[in-house]
T-cell receptor, first 112, second 109 residues
Framework: DTGVSQNPRHKITKRGQNVTFRCDPI?????LYWYRQTLGQGPEFLTY????????KSRLLSDRFSAERPKGSFSTLEIQRTEQGDSAMYLC??????????FGQGTRLTVV | GQQVMQIPQYQHVQEGEDFTTYCNSS?????IQWYKQRPGGHPVFLIQ?????EVKKQKRLTFQFGEAKKNSSLHITATQTTDVGTYFC?????????FGSGTKLNVKP
């Protein structure tokens, strides 16, 4: 399967702990996006990369959130000192330029 | 800030009836994409519209992009139970997608 891969699929963590998610985009896709989706809502933009450069970060992303794409391939999203409000599905997508975005299966985070 | 509004939030139809969802943006979009998300799944790309007034068809699905490139619609003719899911529009502005809140379609057999 050469689609977008996200790990882990599910993560349960205690409030205050740090978590890190990984996204492997479709190879040769230069753009990578992170979105957050809560039940009954559309995906909310968090940040995106063009190759290894993080070009924009949403105001939704507090300073507890950080994302990297060190070699322009896979990306990680870290949440420090998790809060219950961080519970959501975290979606990664990749695209080649302005063409359609392909989404991964997402990582479902539950903060207890 | 950028906003994409989508209506209705829910739509329940009898199999065979038509369905339409509408998407409106507060600003002009460079293009708009439509996605379908099944329960428990991730968004799956359906189509992209780029030109003002563009209309595209995929079998029973008809997509339109408004003349001002600020609104769009998805129309499904003669719904089937396989059409069940949430349909999202995603307006592109400066390399980012802004998703609508989606329209959840339920089709009764």
């Amino acid at each position: 399967d050469t689609g977008v891969s996200q790990n882990p699929r599910h993560k349960i963590t205690k409030r205050g702990q740090n978590v890190t998610f990984r996204c492997d985009p479709i190879s040769e896709h230069n753009r990578l996006y992170w979105y957050r989706q809560t039940l009954g809502q559309g995906p909310e933009f968090l940040t995106y990369f063009q190759n290894e450069a993080q070009l924009e970060k949403s105001r939704l992303l507090s300073d507890r959130f950080s994302a990297e794409r060190p070699k322009g391939s896979f990306s990680t999203l870290e949440i420090q000192r998790t809060e219950q409000g961080d519970s959501a599905m975290y979606l990664c997508a990749s695209s080649l330029g302005d063409f359609e975005a392909f989404f991964g299966q997402g990582t479902r985070l539950t903060v207890v | 800030g950028q906003q994409v509004m989508q209506i209705p939030q829910y739509q329940h139809v009898q199999e065979g009836e038509d369905f339409t969802t509408y998407c409106n943006s507060s600003t002009t979009l460079s293009n708009i994409q439509w996605y379908k998300q099944r329960p428990g799944g991730h968004p799956v790309f359906l189509i992209q519209l780029v030109k003002s007034g563009e209309v595209k068809k995929q079998k029973r699905l008809t997509f339109q992009f408004g003349e001002a490139k600020k609104n769009s619609s998805l129309h499904i003719t003669a719904t089937q139970t396989t059409d069940v899911g949430t349909y999202f529009c995603a307006g592109r502005n400066f390399n980012k997608f802004y998703f609508g809140s989606g329209t959840k379609l339920n089709v009764k057999p």
